[in-house]
């Protein structure tokens, strides 16, 4: 019994293991696309309305 025990906790850790690879990942990847989000909106603000271009109108 006590082989089958820890042949199960090491097939159990292995898929802890994963598990918690994949949840790091994406957690990563999400406080990555906060900060772009963050920083586009703040340098969008910064920047100064474009003024638009009149084209000729038809006569």
Sequence with gaps: MSLWLSGANKVSGTGRGLWLAAARQQQAAAIREAGKMAASFWTGAL???????RGKSPK
């Design 47 to 53: 920047k100064t309305p474009s003024s638009r271009k």
